[in-house]
């Protein structure tokens, strides 16, 4: 068994090499200019042909061969190493199967014209979800789907630019064992193109199942509301009020998967999350009965610390001096009237207090 774990991560790529390069704009200029020479031969050669003879004709016949190899074999040949890259794109470039190197960098280059580029997830998608900007909508119709399918396949460059996975919502239990919906957007980009080439099939839809498989390992560690979690993020934790903290767990859960694919993850943070329809009814009668009680909670808590004022000043101001009975019947009243629903209705007494 250990022998087929190590033999597997020997065949696994780790460095990424810089491909041997040189400037493009040189050789692409050297090589027009010698093309037009090999054309130029070409003409002489066919005047010395005709006008000529014995060794003169040979010697025609040489030039002939050699413009002719160069402006149809060799020439377009070399056109075949030209190489142009944008800003924060490389291409993986293989030697006959082998690995070469990558070619990083904006600008022109001149690469082994037999060296051929490849990016296994240039004309995939994800089956999760879809890689992007997930605030622009998909509308494309069927001729325009067709074309960017054809310039997807020939377009074998790796964007190393930021990129965003928004996969779609999935229900999962959470620690209390209720279904929720929830949804996350990750922030992602291609750290070492060898890795993402070599190691995995596609890179984006490795991603797009790691991810799937990372949320559903954080969720099942958080209940999705917790009434003893305090507003300061004190107390038990839960998928709604420590958000940041799931998103931190979440992010390194989802670098270390992806890690042999040479990804790196930049941020993960949760976009939708709510109960699943079957409970969603229910959990809402128990959030407002909680919310309910924690109000009564506090009115009565306020109610019973003005009384208390109350009485005090009363006593300390020596203002009316009443007996226990009274203070009774007091904090009675001053209750009815601070925790009720409805605005009390005074009654004026006339008469004495006994």
Not at 143 to 169: E, F, H, R, V, Y
Request: hydrophobic letters at 45%; one cysteine or more; charged letters at 20%.
């Amino acid at each position: 068994m250990s022998q087929t774990s190590q033999e597997s991560e020997s065949k696994l790529v780790y460095e990424e090499k810089q491909a041997k390069s040189y400037a493009g704009m040189p050789i692409l200029i050297i090589n027009i200019l010698l093309m037009l020479l090999s054309i130029f031969i070409f003409v002489v050669a066919v005047v010395l042909i005709s006008v000529s003879g014995g060794n003169d004709t040979l010697f025609g016949v040489l030039l002939l061969i050699v413009s002719l190899l160069y402006s149809s074999i060799v020439g377009p040949i070399l056109f075949a190493g030209l190489k142009i890259l944008g800003p924060n794109e490389a291409l993986v470039l293989t030697f006959f199967g082998k690995y070469y190197g990558t070619l990083r960098g904006a600008g022109y280059f001149f690469v082994n014209p037999f060296v051929s580029a490849i990016n296994p997830a240039a004309d995939t998608a994800t089956t999760t979800g879809k890689t992007g900007t997930p605030e622009q909508p998909l509308k494309v119709s069927a001729a325009s789907l067709q074309l960017d399918m054809g310039l997807q396949k020939k377009n074998k460059k790796i964007s190393l630019k930021a990129m965003t996975l928004s996969n779609d919502k999935q229900k999962i239990n959470d620690q209390l064992g209720n279904p929720i919906v929830i949804g996350i957007v990750v922030i992602w980009k291609v750290a070492n193109t060898a890795k993402a080439v070599f190691n995995v099939d596609n890179y984006k839809e490795f991603l797009s199942i790691q991810c799937d498989s990372a949320l559903r390992n954080i969720v099942r560690l958080y209940p999705y509301d917790c009434a003893g979690e305090n507003i300061d993020g004190s107390g038990e934790k839960s998928l709604r009020g420590s958000s940041d903290e799931v998103s931190q767990r979440l992010k390194e859960e989802i670098q270390a998967k992806v890690e042999i694919a040479g990804l790196e993850i930049t941020e993960a943070r949760i976009t939708h999350l709510s109960y699943a329809q079957e409970i969603a009814a229910a959990m809402l009668q128990r959030q407002q009965a909680s919310a309910i009680v924690d109000a009564r909670q506090m009115i009565v808590d306020g109610a019973v610390g003005m009384v208390e004022m109350a009485l005090a000043r009363l006593s300390d101001s020596n203002i009316v001096d009443l007996d226990e009975e009274r203070k009774a019947a007091m904090v009675s009243n001053l209750l009815v009237v601070l925790c009720g629903n409805k605005d009390a209705q005074p009654i004026v007494n006339s008469g004495t207090l006994y």
